[in-house]
C-alpha cells in the first residue's frame, strides 16, 4: 500500500488529515502548500490531490473546492502516517490517581469515565470475562422449548439466562439433569463442565447433551458483574458537529448503542489483537457508521486478557492524543485489577 504513495504524496495526505482534523472544513491546496513544507506549485499540489482522489483516499464535498479524507484515507493514515504524542504530565497523573486498585467495579467505571472526559468523546470498558464457578444450577421450564437456568454462585449470587432449546423437556428431566450436574461438578467452572461433559458423552443421552450444552453455552456469557460493558459519555458524540448534523447518522449511532451487540463484537474483536486497534466506520464488519471511530486495547488481569478499555467517537477525532489515552488506561487498568 505505501508502495502506491510516493514521499511527496504522503507528506501531502498526513497534512490534509491532520489539518481536516483540527478545523473541520474542506482542505484546500493554498492550506496544503502552506502547512506541508513542501516547496510545491498550486498545480503539482491538485495533481497529487487528484491522484489520491483516485485511489480513494480523499473526496469533495460537492459544495466546497477543498478535500476532506475518506475511510480509506483515515486507514492509510493510522497505520502508516500517525506519530502519536505523548500524554501530558497532567493527564497522566490524573489517570494513575483515578486507577488504584480498590474496588475493581469502581476502577472500571472510573475507566470508563475518564476516558470520555480526557477525549470528550465517549469512554467504553468491557467487563472482566472470567469462568464463573457454580454452587448449584437449576432449569425451570418457562415454555414449550424455553428453559430458563439459575446459576448461584460459591458467594450466594443468583444470575439467570434464559436458553432457548431444540426440543422440549420435561419437568423431571430438567431435575435429572440439574441433579447429574450439581452432584458431579458443584464448585467448578462452566468451562470445565464442558470439557468433562465432552468426555463423557457416549454416557449421557444425546438430547440432555444438548441441553447441558446450552447450559453452559449460556454461562459462558455470565461476566461476573452482570453488566457486559460499561459506556460513558455518549452524550458527547451528539455534541460532535460532524455526527449531528446528519440525523440519519445519530440514528444509527443510538441504534449501535442500543442493539449493544454490534460494540461488544468490536470488544470482542480487540480482545483477540495486540495492543491498541483502531476500527474506522464499518470496518469492523459490524454495523457501525461510517463517520465513527472505535480506538481499542484490551487490558489483563495476571496476565490474562480479560476485557478491553476504547474511546467511540467520530473519525475525525485526534488519533495521535486519542490512541495514548486508550493505550495507557488500560495498562492502568490491568495493573490496578492484578494487583487486587
Not at 486507514?75 to 506519530?83: K, Y
Not at 449511532?253 to 468490536?266: D, G, N, P
Not at 485526534?318 to 487498568?333: E, F, N
Request: charged share 25%; no cysteine.
Amino acid at each position: 500500500m505505501i508502495s502506491m504513495l510516493d514521499k511527496r504524496a504522503q507528506v501531502l495526505l498526513k497534512t490534509l488529515v491532520e489539518r481536516y482534523i483540527a478545523e473541520g472544513q474542506p482542505v484546500g491546496s493554498r492550506t496544503l502548500s502552506r502547512y506541508s513544507g513542501l516547496d510545491l506549485s498550486p498545480a503539482t499540489i491538485r495533481n497529487v490531490m487528484a491522484d489520491l482522489e483516485e485511489l480513494g483516499f480523499i473526496a469533495s464535498p460537492h459544495t466546497s473546492a477543498g478535500r476532506v479524507p475518506t475511510p480509506a484515507g483515515y486507514r492509510f493514515f493510522v497505520d502508516t502516517l500517525l506519530v502519536i504524542k505523548q500524554l501530558e504530565s497532567r493527564e497522566l497523573h490524573r489517570l494513575e490517581g483515578e486507577l488504584h486498585p480498590d474496588n475493581p467495579q469502581r476502577v472500571i467505571q472510573s475507566a470508563s469515565q475518564l476516558l470520555s472526559n480526557l477525549t470528550q468523546f465517549a469512554g467504553v470498558v468491557m467487563t472482566p470475562r472470567r469462568a464463573v464457578t457454580f454452587k448449584h444450577i437449576e432449569f425451570l421450564k418457562l415454555s414449550e422449548k424455553r428453559v430458563l437456568l439459575i446459576v448461584v454462585t460459591p458467594d450466594g449470587d443468583v444470575q439467570n439466562r434464559i436458553l432457548f432449546t431444540e426440543r422440549d423437556y420435561t419437568p423431571s428431566e430438567l431435575i435429572e439433569a440439574a441433579n447429574y450436574i450439581n452432584q458431579n461438578y458443584a464448585g467448578q467452572s462452566l468451562e470445565d463442565l464442558r470439557a468433562h461433559l465432552q468426555g463423557e458423552l457416549r454416557e449421557i443421552r444425546q438430547d440432555m447433551m444438548q441441553l447441558m450444552n446450552a447450559a453452559v453455552e449460556a454461562g459462558s456469557a455470565l461476566a461476573e458483574g452482570g453488566e457486559e460493558y460499561v459506556v460513558t459519555g455518549e452524550r458527547n458524540l451528539f455534541a460532535v458537529r460532524d455526527l449531528s448534523q446528519d440525523m440519519g447518522r445519530m440514528k444509527q449511532l443510538v441504534a449501535m448503542f442500543e442493539r449493544k451487540t454490534s460494540l461488544l463484537q468490536i470488544l470482542d474483536l480487540s480482545l483477540r489483537g495486540h495492543g491498541v486497534q483502531i476500527f474506522i466506520g464499518g470496518e469492523s464488519g459490524v454495523a457501525a457508521p461510517d463517520d465513527v471511530s472505535v480506538v481499542t486495547a484490551p487490558y489483563r488481569v495476571d496476565g490474562e486478557v480479560v476485557g478491553t478499555v476504547g474511546v467511540i467517537g467520530p473519525t475525525r477525532m485526534a488519533y495521535d492524543r486519542v490512541v495514548p489515552i486508550v493505550d495507557i488506561t488500560a495498562k492502568l487498568l490491568s495493573s490496578a485489577l492484578s494487583q487486587h
